[in-house]
């Protein structure tokens, strides 16, 4: 049945706003079964069998449907007519090639020595079956040129049909059937299956479909597949810096105490100074994780560490550790350990960053470990006007009213000719030392704010790298690397700390005297950036390519992975490490009751085992899905009230569902991450918009009401929970059709998927009751 149709939604008085809601939801389509459920199940409103038809008739309209492949169809029709001439036409055919056979056989069985004859006779039976075979399919063909139309050549007999292409997709036609149920393969394989027998569970209906019906003489295509990561030696070939094929593995457990280790003689983290450990035992931070006390000895040991401009230049690294296992500290430590010594402001620290949310977050906690140290930071992500963020970078005025004075100071022969344009890089008046940003707004900076200049640079950071990299807009790394490189800004290579390069030049020429610089600007080799790029991401993918486009210098590759310590670490080069506390969980369900899943872990059923989610933050495939998802928790939160109330129950406080998505203003979009943060709201709804870096530390519950499109995307997310060490529970609704992807994708993502993963089902009678309650 198709049109506007909902008889029970205006026939219940009760359900007014229910209608309303469905209204906006722009239901089109009410189907025969669910209306057949409604009208049959006998019972008055409020029945949990009709209601939950009733909340599958609403979500019907939510996921988008499921992509059907497209039968072939030549082939199909095929007249009795022709299939009669074929089949006698094929039998006469046969009977004389037949004959011929035998006469030959005979003809050599008679020319042929004794000894031989024996072994021949098998060889030749097997020849016979075989050129039987091709008879017939040349025969077929024959009938086609003739504009006849081909059969199967299954019928003909039964030793040829074993090795006919279209027999053997009779065959399989027949076990496409079995094999078809694809939600049973997904209960049945959660325990301990090797990759290898996931891809032999595949559903294989609409392929085997397909082979049936294919007309013969045309060959199919080979079926899609999905690039396979090459094996170490794989990668080295291409291109890949050594040290990168041969990451040092870290124990995701390995922890050591932030205060100085005074029995033991120096470790190598006594190398971050009695400040920053103050700084940092006041910010809560007792003892290093793992990623810091692996990283931050790497960055702060080399013997030109504290120099700023590094001779020879220390390695780059790329480092992969968990979702909330602390990255951003990892590096944050040692580029204020470096960078306070500085005697001059100069942009010293880039880090870049995809999101203005996250930009923020990197801001607020640097803020909190330079504090005391007299290090400036700034962010530019466009929050701002343009006009503001260049204040905030550059002293321009103070660079212009210098210019002025010196004028007056110098002979006006020596200096007027030479003095450079207020864009030059000698004259750097940064106002910064550390700059967060997302890279468009950088970009925009690097074109058009004067005398803002990447050539002072000690550290590149690009934080959530692999998302980054696979971002090409304005060019932004091309041309950061272009900014960064010495001999492309040569020219403004050694101005001073009190005195511009220009006003050096002028001074020493008129005066004689040459003045200093400050630092070891003077002696910076001009022909290698001293910048060093720190990579960082919880699933940083070695994608050579990219890699590659970085430029990278001896780069080295850390990743933070369980099984590192014992030694048990295979090369599953792709695999993504999770935070240990995280406990995932999926229910695998019809698409047109998912809302009654998600509602019966938010209002489990009286007596039910589990709690009910708080603190949850919500993942939906789109924007427009999380509007949705919202409004339908909304009104079933309305009628439960509701009939509390009529039931002269306790009352009870609604849960606050709130949508947070990229079309809010920034401001709202930081107030409800504040009440969200401060247990305000119960449930954040959102698309992937949040699912990378940020960190909310309360988050106790992660649903994916959508299953995520890869399993980057799924770890990003299901790492909004369990950070920093505290548990956490992620919970996917996985679609009938979507489980045999779902575990595949988890396999292939991640070393132990099977042990990790729990599937929970719940029966008919958790959801009616908790959907009774409802309605
Ligand atoms: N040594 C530490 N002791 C206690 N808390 C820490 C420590 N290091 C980091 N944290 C806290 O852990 C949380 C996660 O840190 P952070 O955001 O750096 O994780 P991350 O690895 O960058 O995660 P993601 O990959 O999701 O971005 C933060 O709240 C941070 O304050």
């Known amino acids: 049945m198709s049109g506007l149709f909902l008889p029970w939604v205006t026939r219940n008085a009760r359900s007014r706003s229910v209608a309303r809601a469905l209204s906006m939801f722009s239901v089109k389509r009410f189907d025969g079964s669910a209306a057949a459920s409604g009208s049959n199940d006998g019972a008055g409103d ?43 036409s094929k039998t006469k055919a046969k009977e004389r090639y037949l004959k011929a ?69 009779s065959s399989s036609s027949s076990s496409s059937g079995s094999s078809s149920d694809s939600d049973s393969d997904s209960d049945s394989d959660a325990e301990g299956s090797s990759a290898e027998e996931v891809e032999s569970q595949r559903p294989v209906e609409s392929e085997n479909k397909m082979d049936v019906d294919e007309p ?25 810096p050594q040290g990168l094929t041969r990451p040092t593995l870290v124990d995701p457990e390995l922890r050591s105490s932030v205060k100085a280790n005074t029995e033991e003689g120096k470790g ?36 030109t560490a504290y120099s700023l401009y590094p001779s020879p230049p220390p390695s780059d690294l790329c480092v992969s550790a968990p979702t909330g296992s602390g990255k951003t500290l990892a590096y944050a430590v040692p580029i204020v350990e470096v960078l306070r010594r500085r005697i001059c402001i100069r942009l010293r620290a880039l880090i870049v960053l995809p999101t203005r949310d996250l930009v923020n977050q990197v801001r607020e906690t640097m803020q909190g470990v330079c504090k005391g140290s007299g290090l400036s930071i700034a962010s530019v992500t466009g929050q701002q006007s343009f006009a503001q963020e260049q204040a905030l970078l550059v002293n321009l005025a103070e660079g212009q009213q210098r210019r002025k004075n010196i004028a007056g100071l110098v002979s006006s022969s020596a200096t007027i000719s030479e003095e450079p344009s207020a864009h030059t890089e000698g004259e750097n008046t940064s106002k910064v030392d550390i700059l967060i940003a997302t890279p468009g707004r950088l970009i925009d900076h690097l074109d058009a704010t004067p005398g803002f200049t990447l050539q002072h640079l000690r550290f590149l950071v690009i934080d959530e790298a692999d998302r980054l ?116 969980h999926y229910l695998v369900v019809p698409s047109s009751d998912k809302p009654l899943h998600l509602f019966a872990l938010l209002r489990p059923a009286p007596g039910a085992d589990r709690e009910a989610l708080r603190s949850v933050l919500c993942f939906t495939k789109s924007v427009e899905s999380a509007s949705r998802l919202v409004k339908l928790v909304e009104l079933f939160e309305e ?58 530390p309360h988050v106790r519950h992660v649903v994916s009401y959508d299953v995520a499109v890869d399993m980057a995307k799924h770890v990003h997310r299901i790492g909004r929970t369990a950070r920093a060490g505290k548990r956490g529970d992620a919970w996917t609704l996985v679609e009938e059709h979507e489980a045999w992807y779902f575990k595949r994708m988890q396999r292939r993502g991640s070393a132990s998927a099977d042990e990790r993963l729990d599937k929970v089902k719940m029966d008919k009678a958790q959801l009616e009751t908790a959907v009774y309650r409802v309605l």
Not at 55 to 65: C, E, G, K, L, V
Not at 276 to 300: C, D, H, N, Y
Not at 659 to 676: A, H, I, K, N, T
Request: with cysteine; net charge positive; hydrophobic share 35%.
């Open 46 to 88: 409020g029945a949990p069998a009709r209601n939950v038809d009733r909340i599958a008739a609403i979500n019907r309209q939510m996921p988008a449907p499921a992509p059907k492949r497209v039968q072939p169809v030549a082939g199909k029709v095929k007249s009795s007519t022709s299939k009669k001439q074929q089949a006698t």
């Open 101 to 169: 056979k035998k006469e030959r056989r005979k003809a050599r069985q008679k020319a042929m020595p004794a000894a031989n004859k024996r072994k021949k006779v098998d060889a030749s039976q097997e020849d016979e079956v075989q050129e039987l075979a091709q008879a017939a399919v040349e025969e077929g063909n024959k009938g086609q040129g003739k504009g006849e139309e081909v059969t199967s050549s299954s019928s003909t007999s039964s030793s040829s049909s074993s090795s006919s292409p279209s027999s053997s997709s």
């Open 216 to 240: 013969e003489g045309l060959s199919r295509l080979p079926a899609p597949r999905q690039t396979e990561w090459g094996s170490k030696a794989d990668l080295a070939l291409q291109g890949l």
């Open 268 to 303: 190598d983290l006594d190398l971050v100074s009695a400040p920053m450990r103050s700084r940092l035992e006041k910010l809560g931070v007792s003892e290093w994780f793992a990623v810091q006390t692996s990283v931050i000895p790497m960055l702060l040991s080399h013997p």
């Open 469 to 584: 990299l696979g971002q090409s807009f304005q060019e932004w790394l091309p041309r950061i690397l272009d900014a960064l490189d010495p001999r492309k800004t040569m020219q403004a290579s050694k101005d001073d700390a009190s005195a511009p390069a220009w006003l050096r030049r002028s001074i020493s020429k008129t005066t004689g005297v040459r003045l200093g610089t400050f630092g070891e600007e003077e002696d910076r080799d001009p022909s290698s950036s001293p910048v060093q790029k720190l990579l960082f991401s919880a699933t940083l993918t070695r994608d050579p390519a990219k890699i590659l486009a970085l430029d990278l210098r001896d780069a080295r590759f850390v990743s933070v992975q369980q099984g590192a310590s014992s030694g048990s670490f295979v090369s599953r080069e792709e695999s993504f490490a999770l935070p240990s506390t995280l406990h995932e």
């Open 639 to 696: 009628e439960r009230a509701a009939i509390r109330r009529r039931n002269l129950e306790e009352k009870e406080a609604a849960l606050n569902v709130q949508v947070y998505s990229s079309e809010l203003g920034p401001g709202q979009r930081m107030r409800m991450l504040d009440e969200f943060r401060n247990g305000q709201v119960d449930v954040l709804v959102c698309s992937d918009v949040i699912s990378r870096g940020i960190d909310l």
